[in-house]
């Protein structure tokens, strides 16, 4: 596919007459980049350096938290030491390449900015945005791991997160993703379900006459799988015995049925899926650590519904419309207390809970228009007089902190604040006009503050300048 136009910036102290010809050999390798004086928007973007800089790091701060990623190329004959290519991966980049000592660097900055497109291609279309919905930072990451995993490699997965985070339609993805020809069929098994006497039947089938009432052969999940994927849901919840019995089958593919003495293959894909902390159970003994590293070739973490709190109207609205049957979520109404009661309502089942929270309003809703207040069931309203809860929680004043500790000045603390917050507005509204409406400012002002951004010499004052306080 041919790779979209990227941004770049181009921080060179040292060698600046470096910079042409490393432009022209990534135009030949097929990347191109967005035209001079274009009004810069969202969008992957390439930096080539030959220091690190305040300056360099100035620009991956302000990509930090958002969609974009940053690919930095440094054009520094001497390599980078250990700890600047940790700290540039710290501050915001999304790979560091180092151009003199990469056998064909531009051809593989290429690879990478084709590579993220591909990604981004899938996220974007109706298979995914249509059935995990959301555009905050938090899920698209995860989103473009799952993508990235699913169609680009043969990998077992093993998805982490809290109950409700949807790590049974990200294991459908990976499935619908999986580029294998002739792909058999998705099996699921749910490890908290499994009756230890049954287990041995469950996963490895049995034969006639193998225990009482077994009066016909049975396959377990684990042939049913053959040339598909097996998801194992919940395996966290396996008692250790039954972790050993899963190990050979997990490691070679091989099992025999209860009452068999017959081996028989399996091969398929296996995603595996748990609301535990899984390394914690090992260090505790309660989880075989070499089961574990046979399920954990990636290890994929789906984030909260509190860490993606820009998803929750979108998430409603698309809850309502399958309820409805409407064909685009968008036309789907909330009234403004509604919405404002949606993002200050705890979740603590996350979008499971979310989804029937709405199922709940929605049964109340009669005739046309947005949904209301009244819609909200008395037992799910908030108390008079008691106060939503706060959005400065604890990772909030953790940073703050950790300014105020390092000397930070307020000025440019409350700065920074803003930056983060517009970056966040923008990569969740799809718009500059969206963004400064869900900010509360005028587009002029949001426009004011990104300019002033741009024109921001090297090593100047990080403070806004007159005429953007105001965002």
């Known amino acids: 596919m041919r790779i979209p136009a990227v941004w770049r910036h181009v921080l060179l102290d040292d060698r600046p007459a470096t910079a042409g010809p490393t432009l022209d050999a990534l135009a030949h390798a097929g990347v191109h980049?967005?035209?001079?004086?274009?009004?810069?928007?969202?969008?992957?973007?390439?930096?080539?350096?030959?220091?690190?800089?305040?300056?360099?790091?100035?620009?991956?701060?302000?990509?930090?938290?958002?969609?974009?990623?940053?690919?930095?190329?440094?054009?520094?004959?001497?390599?980078?030491?250990?700890?600047?290519?940790?700290?540039?991966?710290?501050?915001?980049?999304?790979?560091v390449i180092a151009w003199h000592h990469h056998p064909d660097p531009a051809t593989g900055i290429a690879a990478r900015l084709e590579r993220w497109a591909a990604i981004d291609a899938i996220v974007d279309a109706p298979l995914v945005r249509d059935n995990l919905v959301g555009r905050s930072p938090a899920w698209v990451t995860a989103l473009r791991r799952i993508v990235?995993?699913?169609?680009?490699?043969?990998?077992?997965?093993?998805?982490?997160?809290e109950t409700g985070t949807g790590k049974e339609l990200a294991a459908r993805l990976i499935h619908t993703l999986d580029a294998r020809p002739r792909r058999r069929d998705l099996i699921i098994q749910d490890c908290a379900a499994i009756v230890p006497q049954l287990a041995g039947s469950e996963f490895f089938g049995h034969d006639r006459g193998a225990f009482t009432d077994a009066v016909t052969a049975r396959d377990g999940c684990f042939a049913l799988a053959d040339g598909g994927t097996l998801f194992l849901d919940e395996i966290g919840e396996l008692p250790l015995p039954l972790q050993a019995e899963l190990l050979r089958a997990v490691q070679e593919r091989t099992y025999k049925r209860v009452g068999s003495n017959t081996w028989h293959t399996s091969q398929f894909r296996l995603v595996c899926a748990s609301n535990r902390?899984?390394?914690?159970?090992?260090?505790?003994?309660?989880?075989?650590?070499?089961?574990?590293?046979?399920?954990?070739?990636?290890?994929?973490?789906?984030?909260?519904?509190?860490?993606?709190?820009?998803?929750?109207?979108?998430l409603a609205r698309?809850?309502?419309?399958?309820?409805?049957?409407?064909?685009?979520?968008?036309?789907?109404?909330?009234?403004?207390?509604?919405?404002?009661?949606?993002?200050?309502?705890?979740?603590p089942?996350?979008?499971?809970?979310?989804?029937?929270?709405?199922?709940?309003?929605?049964?109340?809703?009669?005739?046309?228009?947005?949904?209301?207040?009244?819609?909200?069931p008395p037992d799910e309203r908030p108390l008079p007089g008691v106060d939503p809860p706060d959005w400065r929680d604890a990772a909030f004043e953790t940073a703050i902190g950790r300014a105020v500790a390092r000397g930070v000045p307020l000025r440019e603390i409350g700065y920074a604040a803003t930056e983060v917050a517009i970056d966040l507005?923008?990569?969740?509204?799809?718009?500059?006009?969206?963004?400064?409406?869900?900010?509360?400012v005028t587009d002029r002002a949001l426009q004011l503050r990104r300019a002033a951004r741009r024109e921001r010499p090297a090593g100047g004052s990080k403070a806004p300048p007159t005429g953007t306080d105001d965002v």
């Open 277 to 314: 902390d899984l390394l914690e159970d090992v260090e505790r003994g309660a989880f075989r650590r070499d089961l574990y590293y046979r399920l954990a070739s990636v290890v994929i973490r789906l984030p909260p519904l509190r860490d993606r709190a820009a998803d929750v109207v979108p």
């Open 33 to 95: 980049f967005h035209h001079e004086g274009a009004e810069e928007g969202s969008g992957d973007s390439v930096v080539l350096f030959d220091r690190l800089t305040p300056r360099l790091f100035e620009v991956l701060h302000s990509q930090r938290g958002g969609l974009a990623r940053v690919l930095a190329v440094s054009l520094d004959p001497q390599r980078l030491p250990p700890e600047g290519i940790w700290n540039l991966l710290a501050a915001g980049a999304s790979d």
């Open 349 to 376: 089942g996350n979008v499971r809970d979310l989804q029937q929270l709405v199922h709940r309003l929605a049964a109340r809703h009669v005739g046309p228009g947005p949904l209301t207040v009244g819609d909200i």
């Open 318 to 347: 698309a809850f309502l419309a399958q309820r409805h049957s409407a064909p685009d979520a968008s036309a789907v109404e909330l009234d403004e207390p509604v919405r404002e009661y949606l993002l200050t309502r705890a979740y």
């Open 425 to 440: 507005a923008l990569g969740t509204a799809g718009s500059l006009q969206r963004a400064a409406r869900q900010l509360k």
């Open 148 to 161: 990235e995993v699913g169609r680009f490699s043969d990998a077992s997965v093993l998805f982490l997160g």
